[in-house]
């Protein structure tokens, strides 16, 4: 397995979070380029609940296809001017041949996702699939469903790959992922208990540098830098303590969460949650497949875009709140997301029933002007902290 | 006795003030440059050392200014229209607009009778309406910005300068001098622009009396006056070099806050003791 990401193993904290932060941030995707170049083999998939594994167990790259902070000019032409800029970003990656795909997968997560497969199939000759997530999270036949759906995904992934994959294979690969996923975890655990150690853009590129390199560096990163942050001096500041919610499919830019970490701790969030929605181990089972179909169900993070009915958005949010004593919370939305502004609603209204201050706003992976907002951010917290 | 400290970092000085609750125990104030961080530790040491109290004797620090994210040894940063608003409260109580001009930013903050924030509008991007165009039309000249407020009391008659463009009001500030208008008058040309574009930014407020003005550039007798003649109300001036400090001042003030409800276990520092409800 060829190695991508090394250049972070000399150099100190600082340099190794700076070195996140450009990888993540800048729309050339050095790390699956190199990929590539070694001869790997990459699926590509959008936004949100993949199972990772199913790839890695094959010996391909699994990349998180989440947008860039690029124009769409190629991708403008495929797409109506009031649908979301992920969608367009996205194709356009492939379309600009930043990156190089060997199969695409998305889900049904909304009409616009749903139609992604076709759209981008038109324009390309590899596999364009699409992930049929259950809708209907409660019926006794969904694990069983999943977990069809999950090896059909399988023999496609087989077929790219040239080989069968065993469930030895499958099994090895959840268990590197369980180990990441714990990694991540204990990185949000520092964010909950010690916000001041780790800044929220630092935070959201060492989670996010996880989608574009194979699992097994992103553990080695992640255990390097994880006592590195517990073990800095940082001053605790006096901050408002926010729960950024709104970020599960297109990504806000990197200097929104930014503007947003200097004025409060961001000690919870949805960012990248496509990355880390299993929130406990996935247990060893004979069946990996049916193991990965019960996570989903049994083991998985809320989004507006997973329908479960054990699982109101508005109850999720309050329970995220408490667990990350939080004071406020940033809601946020992707413009055009009809999900994601849909869910507001009902979060709004809990919110406001519990009076848990709030702060709205809507944002777009390519906006470049944050003053504003900056300083409407501040004006609200400053409301919270001074009488 | 609680010492608070506010460090104002603002786009051409910064300045700190050390607060116990009463009244103002030191203050200091240098050009800022480039070196944000380094700078606002230097005035916040030199406080220190007027005060002669140890930096361990201040029990909060907030920080504000455009430069307000760099000073590393605050506790919290806020907003410098959060910071006016407290500052010109602590001085003029009466005060229900702040009219802030300073050297990269122009802002109109109404501000209820405790003197937080109710609302606000700040100036285009634009230099036009600053304290820095002052000073560009001084360099212009060839004075410097301590010359301004000599320079504008000799003025007989003021020439109109663009209240526009800072960059074309330098093409007019030559054409002025190569026709022979007097320094003095060309000043107060660009005190008067300049004060058009802040009546006008009170208006865009919905501003309401009393108005207290802040500022760097409020050192000079005559850009109050000019304010007064185009608003035709009374205006508050801080006395003396005040009216730089009202933003550190007012951080300090907040700071007070801040450190009394600490004292009382109310806030942890980012542990988060105020929890939402669950």
């Known amino acids: 397995m060829p190695r991508v990401f090394d250049e972070w193993k000399a150099l100190p904290l600082d340099e190794v979070l700076g070195l996140c932060r450009d990888t993540l941030e800048e729309a050339d995707f050095g790390p699956v380029t190199r990929w590539r170049e070694a001869g790997g083999k990459i699926v590509g998939h959008f936004q949100v609940y993949f199972p990772h594994e199913i790839v890695h ?18 991708a403008d032409s495929r797409f109506g001017s009031y649908l979301c800029s992920i969608l367009k970003t996205s194709l356009e990656l492939v379309l600009s041949d930043t990156i190089e795909l060997d199969m695409f997968v998305t889900h049904p997560i909304c009409d616009a996702a ?9 324009n390309f000759q590899y596999p364009c699939q699409i992930l049929y997530l259950p809708q209907n999270a409660n019926s006794k036949h969904t694990a069983q469903y999943l977990r069809d759906e999950y090896d059909r995904l399988l023999e496609e992934v087989e077929e790219i790959a040239g080989r069968k994959v065993t469930p030895e294979d499958l099994s090895r690969s959840v268990a590197l992922y369980n180990r990441d996923r714990a990694l991540m975890r204990e990185l949000y655990e520092i964010k909950r208990e010690t916000p001041w150690l780790v800044s929220a853009e630092d935070a959201y590129s060492l989670v996010g540098i996880g989608g574009m390199i194979p699992v097994e560096e992103h553990i080695e990163l992640m255990e390097s830098v994880l006592p590195q942050l517990r073990a800095r001096t940082a001053k605790a500041e006096d901050r408002i303590r926010v729960v950024f919610e709104g970020a599960f499919c297109e990504q806000p830019p990197l200097d929104l969460i930014r503007m947003v970490g200097r004025s409060c701790y961001v000690v919870d969030d949805d960012f990248m949650i496509g990355l880390r ?105 400053e409301n919270l902290l001074f009488t | 006795m609680t010492i608070t400290a506010g460090v104002d970092i603002g786009s051409t000085y910064t300045k700190a ?117 002052l000073e560009k039309t001084a360099r212009y000249m060839g004075y410097s910005t301590e010359e301004i407020g000599p320079l504008m009391t000799t003025s007989r008659e003021s020439v109109p300068i663009s209240g ?112 939402a409800a669950p």
Not at chain 1, 278 to 293: S, T, V, Y
Request: proline share 4%.
């Open chain 2, 17 to 133: 003030v050390l607060f116990d609750g009463d009244e103002i125990l030191a203050k200091a104030i240098r050009p800022t440059g480039f070196l944000l961080t380094e700078i606002a530790r230097t005035v916040f040491e030199e406080c220190l050392a007027t005060a002669e109290v140890d930096a361990d004797d201040v029990a909060y620090t907030i920080a504000t200014g455009i430069g307000r994210h760099q000073c590393d040894f605050k506790d919290l940063a806020a907003t410098d229209l959060t910071a006016n608003g407290r500052g010109a409260n602590f001085l003029f109580p009466g005060t229900r607009t702040v009219l802030d001009i300073g050297g990269q930013t122009m802002k109109a903050i109404r501000v209820d009778e405790r003197g937080k924030v109710k609302s606000f509008r700040l100036n285009d991007k634009c230099a036009a309406g600053t304290g820095a165009f």
């Open chain 1, 277 to 381: 929605y299993i929130i406990e181990d996935i247990p060893a089972g004979d069946d990996p497949l049916m193991d990965l179909a019960e996570a989903y169900l049994e083991r998985s993070s809320y989004s507006p875009v997973q329908h479960d009915n054990r699982k109101p958005k508005e109850r999720m949010l309050v329970e995220r709140i408490g667990g990350a004593r939080a004071e406020a919370v940033v809601l946020a939305a992707a413009k055009m997301c009809e999900p994601g502004l849909e869910e507001q609603v009902a979060y709004v209204q809990e919110l406001e029933k519990r009076g848990t201050p709030y702060f709205v706003n809507e944002f777009e992976e390519n906006m470049t002007s944050f003053s504003s907002l900056e300083l409407q951010v501040e004006t609200f917290v």
């Open chain 2, 164 to 275: 526009v463009c800072a960059v074309f009001a330098e093409s007019e500030v030559i054409n002025h001098l190569s026709i022979g208008t007097p320094p003095c008058d060309i000043m107060q040309g660009a005190i008067e622009s300049l004060t058009g574009r802040s009546v006008q930014l009170m208006k865009r407020a919905k501003a309401e009396p009393e108005f207290t003005l802040v500022g760097g550039i409020l050192r000079f007798d005559t850009m109050a006056q000019a304010v007064r003649d185009r608003l035709q109300k009374e205006v508050n001036v801080p006395e003396g070099d005040l009216c730089q400090y009202t933003a550190a001042l007012g951080a300090s003030i907040l700071a007070q806050q801040r450190a009394a409800l600490a004292a009382t276990g109310g806030t942890a520092r980012g542990v988060g003791v105020r929890v």
């Open chain 1, 57 to 74: 167990a094959a010996g391909l790259l699994p990349l998180k296809v989440r947008g860039a902070p690029v124009e769409p000019t190629h």
């Open chain 1, 114 to 122: 749903r139609n992604l497969a076709a759209v981008w199939g038109r």
